[in-house]
Nanobody, 124 residues
Framework: QVQLVESGGGLVQAGGSLRLSCVAS????????MGWFRQAPGKEREFVAA????????YYADSVKGRFTISRDNAKNTVYLQMNSLKPEDTAAYSC?????????????????WGRGTQVTVSS
């Protein structure tokens, strides 16, 4: 079992920044890939970013590329999502997810454990 707890969401104006954190517990964090996904009201969940077990491979959705950065600190069992130049369309509930394999993917079906999410709201 893996437990995931997100934090760092909030209300921010367009153009602003937020950093989300996700702390994992329950298994050896450095053995598995992590991802961030988001879901806006009335929309399907969508991939945002993913990172491999040692951080050597990172994937981003086209909509966030160049604005968001995923990173991890295996000593702290934590994955981060730095979000810059935020836009109103980034408004969503953001969840982190753990994949019990070392390599990252962009499909939510590949992730076995999920956090409850943290709300990000970007005002125009």
């Amino acid at each position: 079992q893996v437990q995931l707890v997100e934090s760092g969401g909030g209300l921010v104006q367009a153009g602003g920044s937020l950093r989300l954190s996700c702390v994992a517990s329950g298994r050896t964090f450095s053995n598995y890939a992590m991802g961030w996904f988001r879901q806006a009201p009335g929309k399907e969940r969508e991939f945002v970013a993913a990172i491999s077990y040692r951080g050597g491979t990172r994937y981003y959705a086209d909509s966030v590329k160049g604005r968001f950065t995923i990173s991890r600190d295996n000593a702290k069992n934590t994955v981060y999502l730095q979000m810059n130049s935020l836009k109103p369309e980034d408004t969503a509930a953001y969840s982190c997810a753990a994949r019990l394999r070392p390599l990252a993917t962009i499909s939510s079906d590949d992730y076995a454990y999920w956090g409850r999410g943290t709300q990000v709201t970007v005002s125009s």
